[in-house]
């Protein structure tokens, strides 16, 4: 069975440097702590889908980078890829434990899509097999992306959720980053220097 990991980075995603930090780093930074631990994790392959231009620089070589327009359907990104499964994980989650990737492809041995919750709405990751559920429509943005995802599907157990975690939307969201926690080494450092 073939999986992929993909970090998910989207323009937009800038807009959650703090006060005295460039967006264009921030969001580099952030992505690059988010390939990080996907590219760490064993038995996948890390992938790096990206709407901003030159952050091929952030990723191993050999890498595969996928470029897309900044309001792309997640549905038609993931008919893009040719794997068995796919996890996509939003890169503004730079402390995002691995352990909850791993999670969500486990839950695939029993439903067809699951989500990683984000606190305050949303997902900050989901996977599934490929080809994607054709009924199903996913926006790692949606508020309510579990209510949408089950009233899609041809019954609420096709979609399943692991534990959440909390993704950086706003320049206040940086306080949620946990200094104990491993890894996020290229954000924590853009944030001390600021």
Known sequence: ???????????????AAPPGVDPARFLEAVAEDTYE?????????????TSVPELEE?????????????????KIILERLKVDQAAVI??????LPPLLVGKLFRELGRAEITVCPAENGGAV??????????????DLDDERIVTTLR??????????????????RTPDDVERLDPGLEGWESTRALIRAR
């Open 1 to 15: 069975m073939t999986r992929i990991a993909a970090v998910l980075v989207r323009q937009r995603m800038a807009q």
């Open 37 to 49: 631990m996907v590219a760490g994790l064993e038995l996948v392959t890390p992938v790096l889908i």
């Open 58 to 74: 952030i990723v191993w070589p050999g890498t595969e980078v996928i470029t897309i327009k900044d309001d792309e359907p997640l």
């Open 90 to 95: 939003s890169a503004d989650a730079p402390d």
């Open 125 to 138: 990751a989901m996977a599934c097999a490929l080809p994607p559920p054709t009924w199903a429509d996913p």
């Open 151 to 168: 009233s899609q599907a041809p019954g609420p157990r096709r979609v399943a959720t692991t534990p959440g975690w909390h993704r950086l």
